[in-house]
């Protein structure tokens, strides 16, 4: 069975730096999204894309954040100068003809010393 | 936006009982109501989902029950299992998923 897989499972920055978070969707899927799970507390969404293209996004996705969708498959979330707030559990998710039935990846832990 | 209310938050109940979680939504137009399962450290899983035109819908011994008025869904698991013993999130979508707080439910053997 397809899964949402993202890279990499958990990754350390300094304050202040640039972090790429990576994933790859279900190969058919045309719907992409970013979540973050702060420990111990609900899943809150960061931002849907479809057709290259922003549609939906929340207070919490400020100009430190960006998405991408560089190639056929990968679809990237930046925070361009990390905050220790930051830190937190980042889930991609797909899905195939809206935001119903979403599939989500296995997670990446990004802590910010 | 979207407010999803769920309770409890914690919910601990003997192998075989049955356990319900129950969510309200502030937003008339959600249509649609997934739950996830997350087990610690995991990724959230999609377990069932209703929508909108429907009031119940089962899944083995997993089942939910939207309420359109009330504006509020459950789910109900029945002879529960220790491998039942997850965190769940109910979750609504208009335009976007919108989660519940989560409740955690521990299956005494």
């Known amino acids: 069975e397809p899964e949402v897989t993202q890279t990499p499972s958990h990754q350390v920055t300094q304050m202040g730096q640039e972090v790429i978070l990576r994933c790859v969707p279900i190969s058919n899927h045309l719907y992409f999204y970013w979540y973050r799970q702060i420990l111990g507390q609900k899943v809150e969404f960061l931002v849907s894309f479809y057709n290259n293209e922003i549609s939906e996004k929340s207070e919490i996705f400020d100009d430190q954040f960006s998405v991408e969708r560089p190639d056929g498959s990968n679809f990237t979330l930046k925070i361009r100068s990390t905050k220790l707030e930051d830190s937190a559990m980042y889930f991609c998710?797909?899905?195939?003809?809206?935001?119903?039935?979403?599939?989500f990846g296995p997670g990446t832990r990004l802590t910010v010393t | 936006g979207e407010n999803v209310e769920q309770h409890p938050s914690t919910l601990s109940v003997q192998e075989g009982d049955s356990a319900v979680i129950k969510c309200t939504y502030s937003?008339?137009?959600?249509?649609?109501f997934p739950w996830y399962k997350q087990e610690l450290g995991k990724r959230p899983q999609l377990i069932i989902d209703?929508?909108?035109?429907?009031g119940e819908k089962k899944d083995q011994r997993i089942a939910v029950t939207l309420n359109k008025t009330a504006k509020h869904f459950s789910l109900h698991i029945t002879e529960t299992q220790p491998e039942d013993s997850a965190v769940y999130f109910c979750?609504?979508?208009?335009?976007?998923?919108?989660f519940g707080a989560g409740t955690t439910v521990t299956v005494r053997a």
């Open positions: 979750a609504a979508i208009k335009y976007k998923l919108s």
């Open positions: 209703i929508r909108s035109n429907v």
């Open positions: 998710a797909s899905s195939t003809g809206g935001p119903d039935e979403q599939y």
């Open positions: 937003d008339s137009a959600s249509n649609y």
